[in-house]
């Protein structure tokens, strides 16, 4: 079946850092590729979603893009504030399940900002 | 304004006891989840509710149940709770698949 591999458990930046986090996929239809952040003591909310590849969805000075070639999806921002530290992940519409459409998340990526 | 609330926040619980959790959104969305989220183990999803009475299994059921007799409130139910079902309960709802909208969580702990 469809499935996302986040490996990235734990980043640690400074202010103004590059940050960069990716995934990989697999699914046998057209993948719709999602990012949610999770703020401390909250629920995840969509932060950006891309479905075409090569092409950017761009939110809140995030960036994300899919490679079809490697299968692989990636998270972007130039320069990350103390603000952006929350958990971050990817997820992948799984549209083959017998439950109808839904979201396969990634196991998240613990992003912490140095001040 | 669009919200996901849920009840109670933080729940300790004997093993063997019955847990209800209870979820209301005000934004009249047919399609509704329930997750747990595990460290290391990201969201998984318990169940899925199309509307009232339409329920279906998520990829880990086992062990809970749902129930769904309004629009705006989806409740998920652990009879005869486990140790092993301590976590963070979350629930959503959506109109699409792509954006949906997460509760605060629920913080079960099973003694």
């Known amino acids: 079946g469809d499935s996302v591999t986040q490996k990235q458990g734990q980043v640690t930046l400074s202010e103004d850092d590059f940050l960069f986090i990716n995934c990989t996929y697999s699914?046998?239809?057209?993948?719709?590729l999602l990012w949610y952040v999770q703020y401390p003591g909250q629920g995840p909310q969509l932060l950006l979603k891309?479905?075409?590849?090569?092409n950017k969805g761009i939110s809140r000075g995030f960036e994300a893009t899919y490679d079809k070639g490697t299968t692989s999806f990636h998270l972007q921002k130039a320069s990350v504030q103390e603000s952006d530290s929350a958990v971050y992940f990817c997820?992948?519409?799984?549209?083959?399940?017998?439950?109808?459409?839904?979201?396969?998340f990634g196991t998240g990526t613990l992003l912490s900002v140095k001040p | 304004d669009m919200k996901v609330t849920q009840m109670p926040r933080y729940l300790i619980k004997r093993m063997g006891e019955n847990v209800l959790l209870e979820c209301g959104q005000d934004?009249?969305?047919?399609?509704m989840y329930w997750y747990r989220q595990d460290p290391g183990l990201g969201l998984q999803l318990i169940y899925i509710?199309?509307?009232?009475?339409?329920?279906s299994e998520g990829d880990i059921p086992k062990g809970y149940r749902v129930s769904r007799k309004k629009r705006e409130h989806f409740s998920l139910i652990l009879d005869s709770a486990k140790t092993n079902q301590t976590s963070v309960y979350f629930c959503?709802?959506?109109?699409?698949?792509?954006?949906?909208?997460f509760g605060p969580g629920t913080r079960l702990t099973v003694l």
């Open positions: 959503a709802s959506s109109l699409s698949v792509y954006e949906q909208y």
């Open positions: 699914t046998t239809t057209y993948p719709t």
């Open positions: 891309v479905t075409t590849a090569n």
């Open positions: 997820a992948l519409v799984d549209r083959g399940g017998g439950s109808g459409n839904k979201l396969i």
């Open positions: 934004m009249s969305h047919e399609t």
């Open positions: 509710s199309y509307d009232v009475d339409s329920n």
